[in-house]
């Protein structure tokens, strides 16, 4: 796992080695052991390199061929090089164990069509110098980032924004970026909170030649081919076969190796088939909390009991509210999942015995494991049955009868009947609702963003949805939306920013295929998630594990913000300088505050969404421009 960055001038203007230097120092985290750069004119390459592979120097990048016309800095992991090595057309003398070399002689085989032979997280920058050619990719889940910043005369890419932000002048916020961060606690993809930055989209490819740039989706997961003629134990066997093979693919590493374990169903089957696989034992770390609500600790030492896993367990305390700079400062962005605290102290943590790590990342979005996913018969019908038009005409005939005398209840059956799914979906995941916004937006701020509505965006989204059932629809949206731009954020930036390597085995692309194509009921049958998982893992888990309800990788916000760290956000949060930034109108600001902390109305989650904007600013707006080297 490593960090990558460089540069290349449409109108071939020199690209400064003092630029790709800066860039490189602010990716040295992803990449302590070695860094490098390629400079030719007006192309530049840098790359921080964190040895899993061929810990020789011979693996160092920028990398090229035999021939020098090719030149990569690749970051991640390609799980099938060695079977890779026997499809090259042409037989090579290889110079090192790495896949990234085997990457370089794909690409001189297949060019582009190389990427469909990939199987593991990449993204990587490929200068072809006969071609004149400047190609990005990113892996098609989007487990590894890829940041770029487009001018008339230039392409600029990196690994994190930081690396972005060393060339002055300093892009503006985007306030459409910030409006979708309130809802969404992430901003989405190809959007991020600096006008002018942008992310390359899981399953897409960037060429630039010749000063243009062309941009192409290689994958996208479909949900409408659906499995015919196999029976439910053909499926689990299917889908055990290919959980193992995952698994095994992501055992194969120079450097120590463990696993997070939280205790819930996905992270215990990852290091049940891992005990299955190596001779040594796994070596296995988990975090809690005191607050036993949101203490998992029990049931992960139950499995690391039951595998005899070498084991480490940390508890995070409300003083680990401590590192909210250091958070924002490795995020980049506003970033407003709280469960980034203990995921940065557990890979602190496992830093400190292995490089790899291997995680249950993904189970929930591959067989629909959120509560979320729960709905009535009556939306699925409404979701499948009724277009626009008719819900139009619906909304009409209400309209002209007043129901002012129904239940709630009542209510919410008619909105569910006259409204689109994914509007009902929003209220289940937003931070702030379009209602909750319009009243704590100040004017200008609110008109400044009031043609770019959240639903809007979650509505497309739904729409673009490869998938006819429901609850595909739902698992479409959150394999492009949630997953990429929050969940594998999340797991990236803290594991790297210890040195550490994230490997995701639910997230193989071959098992999401798979899982896509299986009928609903393979996934929720009679009210229980992740059906062929459990089927899967029956007599290999405890039944308790295997039964026990799901528990997110919480915090105990509300209480830290009502008791130990309540001083901490009244202090910010009510600062002259953060209710003077425009965005906000201070009396409502003041209201969230003192009605959670003192009239018991439970606003955490929205709160610690303010107060990782508040702190971001302080970090990225107020701070002295010489924070950040300046390209000479």
Request: charged share 25%; hydrophobic share 40%.
């Amino acid at each position: 796992m490593c960090g990558i960055a460089g540069k290349i001038q449409g109108d071939r203007r020199p690209v400064q080695r003092e630029l790709l230097t800066a860039m490189g120092a602010q990716l040295r985290h992803r990449g302590p052991d070695d860094s490098g750069v390629y400079l030719k004119g007006h192309v530049g390459l840098v790359h921080q390199r964190l040895s899993i592979l061929d810990l020789s120097a011979a693996g160092c990048q920028p990398m090229s061929n035999s021939k020098g016309t090719l030149w990569i800095v690749f970051n991640g992991e390609i799980y099938n090089f060695e079977e890779l090595r026997g499809r090259l057309r042409v037989p090579r003398e290889f110079r090192t164990g790495t896949d990234t070399e085997v990457l370089l002689y794909l690409y001189e085989d297949f060019g582009l069509q190389c990427l469909d032979l990939l199987r593991g997280m990449f993204a990587f920058a490929l200068w072809d110098e006969s071609a004149q050619r400047l190609v990005l990719a990113r892996d098609r889940l989007g487990k590894k980032p890829l940041f770029y910043r487009l001018t008339n005369e230039s392409l600029t890419f990196a690994s994190e924004i930081k690396a972005l932000l060393v060339e002055r002048p300093r892009p503006d916020i985007d306030p459409i970026a910030l409006n979708h961060y309130l809802t969404f606690q992430y901003v989405p993809a190809p959007l991020t909170i600096f006008r002018g930055i942008q992310k390359l989209l899981p399953g897409q490819v960037m060429v630039y030649e010749g000063g243009k740039v062309s941009c192409r989706t290689y994958w996208s997961l479909q949900y409408d081919r659906k499995i015919r003629l196999r029976s439910d134990d053909e499926c689990r066997e299917a889908f055990e076969e290919l959980l193992d093979e995952s698994v095994r693919l992501r055992l194969v590493s120079d450097v120590p190796l463990g696993a997070f374990l939280s205790g819930g169903l996905d992270s215990s089957s990852i290091v049940a088939i891992m005990s299955k696989h190596m001779k040594q034992p796994v070596k296995t770390f988990s975090i809690g909390f005191k607050d036993e609500a949101y203490n998992e600790l029990p049931h992960a030492r139950e499995v690391a009991q039951r595998f005899g896993t070498d084991h480490h367990e940390f508890i995070v305390e409300p003083s680990a509210f401590e590192i909210l700079t250091k958070l924002v400062r490795i995020y980049d962005e506003p970033y407003a999942d709280s469960s980034a605290v203990p995921t940065y102290y557990l890979s602190e943590l496992s830093r400190q015995a292995v490089t790899v790590i291997l995680t249950g990342d993904g189970g929930d979005e591959l067989l629909a494991g959120y509560p979320r996913y729960k709905y009535s018969s009556l939306e699925h019908w409404m979701a499948r049955y009724v277009g626009k038009n008719m819900r139009k005409s619906l909304k009409a005939v209400l309209s002209r009868f007043p129901f002012i005398s129904l239940s709630q209840t009542g209510r919410r059956i008619i909105e569910r009947i006259v409204e689109p799914f994914a509007a009902t979906y929003l209220s289940r995941i937003c931070y702030f609702s379009p209602a909750e916004k319009a009243g704590l937006y100040a004017t200008d701020f609110n008109e400044s963003i009031c043609e770019h509505d959240s639903f809007d965006l979650l509505g497309k989204w739904f729409e673009e949805a490869p998938a006819i059932e429901l609850l595909d629809q739902l698992l479409a949206v959150d394999t492009r939306s949630y997953l990429p731009d929050d969940l594998l954020v999340k797991v990236d930036r803290a594991t790297m920013a210890h040195g550490l390597e994230a490997r995701s085995p639910f997230l193989d692309h071959k098992l999401m295929e798979f899982a896509a194509s299986l009928p609903i009921d393979l996934k929720v049958r009679k009210g229980m998630s992740k059906y062929v998982l459990k089927r899967a893992m029956r007599g290999v888990l405890p039944d308790r594990i295997i039964t026990r309800s799901k528990q997110g990788f919480g915090v105990p916000i509300d209480r830290w913000f009502r008791e130990d760290c309540r001083d901490f956000v009244h202090e910010t949060l009510l600062s002259s300088r953060s209710l003077t930034r425009g965005y906000f109108v201070p009396d409502k600001v003041r209201e969230l505050v003192e009605n959670h902390q003192h009239r018991g109305v439970p606003s955490g989650y929205r709160l610690y969404a303010l107060l990782m904007l508040e702190l971001w600013h302080r970090e990225y707006v107020d701070s002295d421009s010489s924070a950040y080297p300046v390209a000479v």
